[in-house]
């Protein structure tokens, strides 16, 4: 008989009981489930609501079952519908009625709000640690790179010479503001709804400030109503998730260019590469592409939850059961690619003579000779447009800026001088560029130091 069905007089349809069961995934929430029964046991005792004796023959049955759990040796029934109906069916077959009493002041709605919680709780925690040994590996290879020289582009078109640090340093940011967004979304996650019952909370004089400290949260909810049916926080993680794996998508996309033979600036390493099955030459960098392929799918999720939360009355429906599967696809899915790409980083090999060359093609000079005639006088408008007129020449010549004489310069315009050689290096175009983040080695050991106190907070 269903824990629920006193005022039933059919049993479920076998089809619809497989339908709105929901154990076969949120089976993985059986340890949170059981922390916060017990916590709720133990506060049942000490407000007297239940025997003391109670609590302390429930506690230790729940303790039992989580162990039995967690060593292989439960099967969990579809036909109890979900983790909690389970856990409690399984704890009273084994300490008998008293165990009926353990849902005493509390609700399945409350009860899931809570487990859900709690286990965001711990894998945003976990997300954070995934992203701080990601953002080590770009410092790591920022450091070693700080003069290896290579284009900058906009619109995929070559723009101006900078550096590999300067730029792993621009995801190092990106990175650093998704754990800022996590630590927020934390917050809002670490409030605790047991006490909401099914909407209107509960006429035992339970104590939610006692559950509140033993499970770990820093609030309690406010609104018996918001706590059952609020997923913000769920939604709050999807995004901040979607943001990563957006983050990691750009970064992916990158490599599987620079990988390429006509870029050619890295080389991924054959344990995050595979072949073709009939072109014996292909290296694929597989594994980059299928992060950026799984972007998609975590922004799925978000969707997925924003679109089962549009419309709903309060309190809470039995759409909200919807919510789990995505979340826990998002969780999983941002983790794994977090963990891939950390050493996918750390091992490719980089291919400074190719991105040097990269940064010396494409006049990517051509805003620092432009630079040089404003700092002689020229007005900057009027540089732009002799460099511009320089390019075309030099482009219908298939000469570099640099290879120009002189005198060919001067015929555009009298303000060059022989130190312009000197001034439109690859070096000096970027070593010149020290304004705060900019691409300079100085400026970017900066960033790098700044970088490391950035991430001591999350630690």
């Known amino acids: 008989m269903k824990l629920w069905g006193g005022r039933f007089q059919k049993s479920t349809d076998k089809l619809a009981e497989d339908f709105h069961s929901s154990i076969s995934f949120d089976q993985r929430l059986y340890r949170q489930d059981i922390q916060g029964s017990i916590a709720h046991a133990?506060?049942?005792?000490?407000?007297?609501?239940?025997?003391?004796?109670?609590?302390?023959a429930i506690i230790a049955g729940l303790e039992q079952v989580l162990a039995d759990i967690e060593a292989g040796k439960v099967e969990f029934?579809?036909?109890?519908?979900?983790?909690?109906?389970?856990?409690?069916?399984?704890?009273?077959?084994?300490?008998?009625?008293?165990?009926?009493?353990?849902?005493?002041?509390?609700?399945?709605?409350?009860?899931?709000?809570?487990?859900?919680?709690?286990?965001?709780?711990?894998?945003?925690?976990?997300?954070?640690?995934?992203?701080?040994?990601?953002?080590?590996?770009?410092?790591?290879?920022?450091?070693?790179?700080?003069?290896?020289?290579?284009p900058g582009y906009t619109h995929l078109q070559k723009g101006q010479p900078i550096t590999l640090a300067h730029h792993l340093m621009a995801y190092f940011q990106m990175f650093l503001r998704d754990l800022s967004r996590l630590e927020d979304c934390h917050g809002r996650t670490d409030v605790m709804p047991l006490g909401?019952?099914?909407?209107?909370?509960?006429?035992?004089?339970?104590?939610?400030?006692?559950?509140?400290?033993?499970?770990?949260?820093?609030?309690?909810?406010?609104?018996?109503?918001?706590?059952?049916?609020?997923?913000?926080?769920?939604?709050?993680f999807c995004a901040s998730a979607s943001m990563i794996m957006m983050h990691l998508s750009r970064l992916s996309e990158e490599l599987i260019l620079w990988s390429s033979g006509e870029f050619a600036f890295i080389s991924m390493d054959d344990a995050y590469s595979t072949g073709s099955s009939i072109m014996p030459q292909k290296k694929n960098p597989d594994v980059a592409e299928l992060i950026r392929g799984k972007t998609g799918r975590v922004y799925g999720d978000l969707i997925s939850l924003l679109t089962v939360m549009k419309g709903l009355p309060l309190a809470y429906n039995k759409d909200m059961q919807e919510d789990k599967e995505a979340l826990f696809d998002a969780i999983d899915t941002v983790h794994k690619c977090l963990l891939l790409t950390t050493p996918m980083l750390q091992t490719m090999e980089v291919r400074k003579d190719n991105m040097g060359q990269g940064a010396?093609?494409?006049?990517?000079?051509?805003?620092?000779?432009?630079?040089?005639?404003?700092?002689?006088?020229?007005?900057?408008?009027?540089?732009?447009?002799?460099?511009?007129?320089?390019?075309?020449?030099?482009?219908?010549?298939?000469?570099?800026?640099?290879?120009?004489?002189?005198?060919?310069?001067?015929?555009?315009?009298?303000?060059?001088?022989?130190?312009?050689?000197?001034?439109?290096?690859?070096?000096?175009c970027v070593r010149a560029r020290k304004v705060p983040g900019g691409p300079a080695p100085e400026m970017v050991a900066q960033a790098i130091a700044a970088g490391e106190q950035a991430l001591a907070r999350y630690r």
Not at 200 to 214: L, N, Q, S, W, Y
């Open 42 to 56: 133990r506060m049942l005792g000490k407000c007297r609501i239940i025997g003391e004796d109670e609590a302390q």
């Open 196 to 236: 909401s019952g099914a909407l209107a909370g509960t006429t035992f004089p339970i104590d939610r400030e006692m559950v509140k400290k033993e499970l770990g949260f820093s609030q309690i909810t406010a609104n018996s109503l918001d706590g059952v049916s609020d997923r913000d926080f769920a939604i709050e």
């Open 360 to 428: 010396r093609g494409g006049f990517t000079n051509a805003t620092d000779v432009a630079d040089y005639l404003a700092k002689k006088g020229v007005p900057f408008r009027e540089a732009h447009e002799i460099v511009g007129r320089l390019v075309l020449y030099c482009t219908q010549k298939q000469v570099a800026l640099e290879e120009l004489p002189l005198a060919e310069f001067q015929a555009l315009s009298p303000a060059f001088e022989a130190d312009l050689y000197d001034f439109i290096t690859v070096e000096h």
């Open 77 to 150: 029934e579809v036909g109890a519908e979900d983790i909690h109906m389970n856990v409690e069916k399984i704890l009273t077959e084994r300490i008998g009625p008293v165990g009926k009493k353990l849902h005493t002041g509390r609700s399945r709605n409350d009860q899931v709000a809570l487990d859900i919680r709690m286990y965001l709780k711990e894998a945003t925690r976990r997300t954070q640690e995934l992203l701080l040994g990601l953002e080590d590996t770009l410092l790591r290879l920022a450091r070693e790179h700080l003069e290896t020289w290579m």
